[in-house]
């Protein structure tokens, strides 16, 4: 049954293709992509999106807002976003003042944690893990109450970030995914673009609920703009 399932998904990525007026921000955080081609950047071209790679950790931002959703991917260092010292950066106005989607990815995920008050603690987990959905949410649309994701850290969020709602766990109990209470911006532990063919990659439909509704909020704000004009 899972190959089944993945054999349809396959084809059903073969024919995607998001409509956005403005191509995706990825602000890609492992140096180990510099020239491309990361798992994320992979997932982003299957499902034919535009998209524009930002390399965080040379100091690559965008310098306007005319994108439709902030990707944050992961890596292993956050001083493109916090000093040695531990203060913030300019560059996290990007996620606190954002008037779009948000998907934070792994180091990402932690990135918007800590940006809203929360620490780091270690957590080593490696592999296909079993997580558990604690609240429904549009991104966990179609998937299962447990299913699998693919895990990748060192690190995890110690507690919940101030104004933001728990979505899932894992089998440990460590936070998974998490959503603000009054924006469209997400956390997810886990990596939603990666996994390998043992199993079916629920979190992959998580990415693509993300793109769904992105476009669907995209496409909205571009009738009312519509309407404005005379």
Not at 11 to 32: E, G, R, T
Not at 59 to 86: C, D, H, Q, W
Not at 119 to 125: D, G, H
Not at 144 to 163: I, Q
Request: charged share 20%; net charge neutral.
């Amino acid at each position: 049954m899972g190959r089944i399932i993945l054999v349809f998904l396959a084809a059903f990525m073969s024919v995607m293709c998001f409509s956005l007026s403005h191509p995706i921000a990825l602000l890609q955080n492992d140096s180990d992509y510099s020239n491309g081609n990361s798992y994320i950047e992979q997932a982003l071209k299957k499902l034919g999106v535009d998209y524009v790679v930002y390399r965080a950790f040379l100091g690559e931002f965008p310098k306007n807002r005319e994108y439709s959703a902030l990707v944050i991917s992961g890596g292993n260092s956050m001083t493109a976003y916090f000093t040695n010292s531990g203060k913030a950066r300019d560059s996290i106005k990007l996620i606190t003042e954002a008037d779009v989607p948000v998907l934070g990815i792994c180091m990402g995920f932690q990135l918007i944690g800590r940006i809203y008050g929360s620490s780091l603690i270690v957590s080593e987990e490696r592999g296909w893990r079993k997580l558990k959905i604690v609240k429904d949410d549009v991104l966990l649309t179609g998937i299962p109450d447990e299913f699998f994701a693919w895990e990748n850290h060192l690190f995890t969020l110690k507690s919940l970030p101030k104004n933001f709602e728990l979505l899932a766990v894992n089998d440990s109990g460590s936070i998974q995914m998490i959503k603000h209470k009054s924006k469209y911006v997400y956390g997810v532990q886990f990596h939603p673009e990666k996994g390998d063919s043992e199993r079916f990659n629920h979190g992959y439909m998580v990415l693509l609920n993300f793109l769904t509704l992105v476009e669907y909020l995209d496409e909205k704000k571009c009738s009312l703009i519509l309407k404005q004009v005379p």
